[in-house]
């Protein structure tokens, strides 16, 4: 068994283990999401044509996916280096850190698809109008993969719990309400918009409403999370090889 498929049987097992703790955790924010956007402000709120509880759904799903998956795989390889200190053992082994590094991410992305898989059995338990399509998937797979190696390579390069915390308030949470989850950007002043537009939750929160939207944006999208992807990902494999 390689590399990459033992990490993925090792975080398979893991998520077994803890299914109903992972499941219920993952519907806790969702749930109080629908509640408050669906019950609270849903009714009777457009925005950019649409029912608000409509134009929300794709946002908490960028939201939630990348949350979950930057900290799943940003706290594991963190802690496995500070405390458990079982990264080293695994930087020391016969192993390539591409491979190593490749299956802390795809584990990480798979725990933030099936948080994305929660939200959508709630919003259609919740009688929203959400449309699944192939791009809608496909968006979805490029967000989590994209925030799940950035959590590696955080993990690898921060060296304390503290800032890793001081990283998640700087940088994930204000992603969180600013890149267009739970409002639209049309209204954003133009420099504010042009570096909120830079960022990959955003194309995360555009590409998953983007019926409406022009073919060469529906490409933009897509491309954008990738180029983030791979190149986060070379350099946190970069970083495991000067280390180790």
């Not at 509640?35 to 908490?60: D, H, M, Q, R, S």
């Not at 109008?129 to 390069?157: D, E, K, M, R």
């Amino acid at each position: 068994m390689s590399t990459f498929t033992s990490i993925l049987w090792q975080e398979f097992k893991l998520f077994k283990r803890k299914f109903w703790t992972i499941t219920l955790a993952g519907m806790v924010s969702p749930i109080l999401y629908l509640i408050a956007f669906g019950w609270g402000l849903g009714g009777g709120i457009t925005v950019e044509g649409k029912a608000y509880i409509n134009f929300v759904i794709p946002g908490i799903i960028a939201l939630t996916t990348m949350t979950s998956s930057y900290n799943n795989t940003a706290n594991s390889v963190n802690i496995s280096r500070i405390f458990y200190k079982t990264f080293e053992s695994f930087m020391m082994a016969p192993i390539t850190m591409a491979s190593y590094s490749l299956g802390k991410i795809v584990a990480g992305a798979l725990l933030g698809i099936y948080s994305a898989l929660l939200i959508i059995v709630l919003s259609l338990i919740f009688g929203t109008g959400i449309t699944i399509t192939p791009y809608f998937i496909l968006i979805i797979v490029l967000n989590c993969l994209t925030f799940s190696a950035i959590g590696f390579t955080v993990g690898v390069f921060i060296n304390s719990h503290s800032d890793m915390s001081k990283f998640s308030s700087f940088v994930i949470t204000p992603m969180s309400f600013l890149c267009g989850t739970f409002f639209s950007l049309d209204k954003m002043p133009v420099v504010i918009k042009r570096f909120i537009w830079i960022l990959p939750l955003t194309h995360t929160s555009l590409g998953l409403r983007s019926s409406g939207e022009s073919l060469m944006n529906m490409i933009i999208h897509p491309m954008i999370l990738l180029i983030y992807f791979i190149v986060i990902f070379f350099i946190g494999v970069t970083k495991c090889k000067r280390t180790e």
